[in-house]
T-cell receptor
């Protein structure tokens, strides 16, 4: 079945460091891909998405490119801030019901 | 986006009792609602999907008689964990969607259930 694998955390970075969180997927067909973010005490929020190969999703300085050839959707940010500290989930949407399938989440802590 | 609330945010109960968790879509008509379960350091696992006014569709391996879902209206869904046991302790998250499969999902903050 469809699945998502993302790098395990936690990831601890200093402010202004470069961030990469790896995400790869297994799916039949061409799923839509997402990154969700969960700040402490809050629900998951959509960070960015891409719906077809070579699409780049971007938001709040974060970017991810849908790479069909490597079945990847890595999340990147050039300069992280303390306020980016959160748990990040990679997900795909596939199947007839359009259910979201999530990776395990990666906790990011950014130190000042 | 939609604002989704869950109540309670955390609950502790004794083994054998039942617990009801509410999910409300405060400013959004949720045609479809989802219930997820999340274990520590694990991904969110879909438990069931419900459409307003219809019976919920449960994922394989989820006991429908144990996890009762009622999608009573476009703004309210409840998950009742019946005869709870310690292995039911988990983080339960609801999610809402307004339209078809291509529409965005919005998530509640989750409910932490601890069964003693």
């Amino acid at each position: 079945g469809d699945s998502v694998t993302q790098m395990e955390g936690p990831v601890t970075l200093s402010e202004e460091a470069f961030l990469t969180i790896n995400c790869t997927y297994t799916a039949t067909g061409y799923p839509s891909l997402f990154w969700y973010v969960q700040y402490p005490g809050e629900g998951l929020q959509l960070l960015l998405k891409a719906t077809k190969a070579d699409d780049k999703g971007s938001n709040k300085g974060f970017e991810a490119t849908y790479r069909k050839e490597t079945t990847s959707f890595h999340l990147e940010k050039g300069s992280v801030q303390v306020s980016d500290s959160a748990v990040y989930f990679c997900a795909l949407r596939g199947g007839s019901q359009g259910n979201l399938i999530f990776g395990k989440g990666t906790k990011l802590s950014v130190k000042p | 986006g939609a604002v989704v609330s869950q109540h309670p945010s955390w609950v502790i109960c004794k083994s054998g009792t039942s617990v009801k968790i509410e999910c409300r879509s405060l400013d959004f008509q949720a045609t479809t609602m989802f219930w997820y379960r999340q274990f520590p350091k694990q991904s969110l696992m879909l438990m069931a999907t419900s459409n307003e006014g219809s019976k919920a569709t449960y994922e394989q391996g989820v006991e429908k008689d144990k996890f009762l879902i009622n999608h009573a209206s476009l703004t309210l869904s409840t998950l009742t964990v019946t005869s709870a046991h310690p292995e039911d302790s988990s983080f339960y998250i609801c999610s809402v969607r307004g339209g078809g499969a291509s529409y965005e999902q919005f998530f509640g903050p989750g409910t932490r259930l601890t069964v003693l």
